[in-house]
T-cell receptor, first 113, second 114 residues
C-alpha cells in the first residue's frame, strides 16, 4: 500500500515562528500536493509539485512556500506563522500523469498561538 | 474554472436507511468527478470516480453515484446505512482535459444513528 507520512500529528507554534511541515511518500509518485482543511471550507490547495525542484501555486499560496529537493519529500514552509494559519494540513501524492486517485497522509493539526 | 457545491453540511440518517449526499458541479468542459471519504483522524480516501463511459459508478463499501450531465449532478447514494459509514464526504471535480488538479467541495458530515 502507498504510504504518505506526515511528520507530526499535532504541532503548536507561536506567531512569527518559521514552521516546517514535512511529508514523505514511499511509492515513487511524481506529484505531491499540500492542502489545508478548515471546517465549513473543505480542502483548499496551497501548492503542488509535479517534479523535483518544481512547484506550482494552488488556490491559496499566500503566506506559504514549499520545497521539493527529493522526489519522495515535499515540505510546506510557513515563513512567519500567523494565527489565521491555524488549520489541518493534508499532504497527498499521485503517480505521474494521473491526478485522479490522491493518496493522503493523516494530516497535521497546526495551532498558531 | 471548475467548482463543486455540496448541499447540506450535515446529513443525519438512521441505520438501515437510504443515504443520499448531494453534489452539483460547474465545469466548462466535460469533468472528471470524484467522491472521497474521511474517517475520524484519518486522511481522505477515494470512494469512487467518474471519468468516461457508464454514468452509474460503483465504489467501495456499497456506495454508488450517478453522473447526470443535464442536471450537472453527481449525487452519492447507499441503499442501507451502517454505523461505520459515519464520516465526512467530499465531492471533487477535475477538468476532463489537461493536467489539472482536483477542486473539492466543502464536505458533508454523515451522521448515522442506531
Amino acid at each position: 500500500d502507498v504510504k504518505v507520512t506526515q511528520s507530526s500529528r499535532y504541532l503548536v507554534k507561536r506567531t512569527g515562528e518559521k514552521v516546517f511541515l514535512e511529508c514523505v511518500q514511499d511509492m515513487d509518485h511524481e506529484n505531491m500536493f499540500w492542502y489545508r482543511q478548515d471546517p465549513g471550507l473543505g480542502l483548499r490547495l496551497i501548492y503542488f509539485s509535479y517534479d523535483v525542484k518544481m512547484k506550482e501555486k494552488g488556490d491559496i499560496p499566500e503566506g506559504y512556500s514549499v520545497s521539493r529537493e527529493k522526489k519522495e519529500r515535499f515540505s510546506l514552509i510557513l515563513e512567519s506563522a500567523s494565527t489565521n494559519q491555524t488549520s489541518m494540513y493534508l499532504c497527498a501524492s499521485t503517480p505521474g500523469g494521473n491526478n485522479e486517485k490522491l493518496f493522503f497522509g493523516s494530516g497535521t493539526q497546526l495551532s498558531v498561538l | 474554472a471548475q467548482s463543486v457545491t455540496q448541499l447540506g453540511s450535515h446529513v443525519s440518517v438512521s441505520e438501515g436507511a437510504l443515504v443520499l449526499l448531494r453534489c452539483n458541479y460547474s465545469s466548462s468542459v466535460p469533468p472528471y468527478l470524484f467522491w472521497y471519504v474521511q474517517y475520524p483522524n484519518q486522511g481522505l480516501q477515494l470512494l469512487l470516480k467518474y471519468t468516461t463511459g457508464a454514468t452509474l459508478v460503483k465504489g467501495i463499501n456499497g456506495f454508488e453515484a450517478e453522473f447526470k450531465k443535464s442536471e450537472t449532478s453527481f449525487h452519492l447514494t447507499k441503499p442501507s446505512a451502517h454505523m461505520s459509514d459515519a464520516a465526512e464526504y467530499f465531492c471533487a471535480v477535475r477538468l476532463y482535459s489537461g493536467y489539472s488538479t482536483l477542486t473539492f467541495g466543502k464536505g458533508t458530515m454523515l451522521l448515522v444513528s442506531p
